[in-house]
């Protein structure tokens, strides 16, 4: 099995799993931004089902042990760094930090979810009607623009027919 490998945006370096600070040695490598989504949107007995987006607006899940702790030696002396943690809010957590990436993938990919799947547990009913309502305007649009463009171009070979025979 190989293991997994990335190119740095910031020294333009390959580097593998463990090898994360970048030529400068004080940060870690810069990578391509990836989100994770998790459908884990709080849900507040206290009020009704039909308003309070209050909880699921300010909801916020804390990830710890990402990445895990470290033991580092300094100076002959065992040192213990402790691990990290990730946060997301509203279900959703950015990072171009390979380390952060590496660990989320390998430990918690199961609780990833997809944008629709999302959607579902946060956003409210009225909010995804919202959004269902943008996309069927859009698609309305772009049907028109094509409509549009076809005509436009059998008007064309019309006028271009008549020239063609004069």
Known sequence: MS???WKCLTCNNDFKVGDWLCSDKQSNHIV???EYLVADAPSDPGHPAKGGMDS???GRTRICNIPPDKTVIVNGETQR???G???FVRGRFATSDPEI???LEKTRSNVFCSEAQWE???LSQGQQLELERGKLDAMRQRLENERNELLSQVK???VEKVAATR
Do not use: H, M, T
């Open 3 to 5: 293991l997994q490998s």
């Open 32 to 34: 391509e931004r990836k």
């Open 56 to 58: 699921k607006r300010d």
């Open 81 to 83: 760094v402790p691990g």
């Open 85 to 87: 943690f990730v946060e």
């Open 101 to 103: 990436q590496y660990y």
């Open 120 to 122: 579902q547990a946060w």
């Open 156 to 158: 064309q070979q019309k």
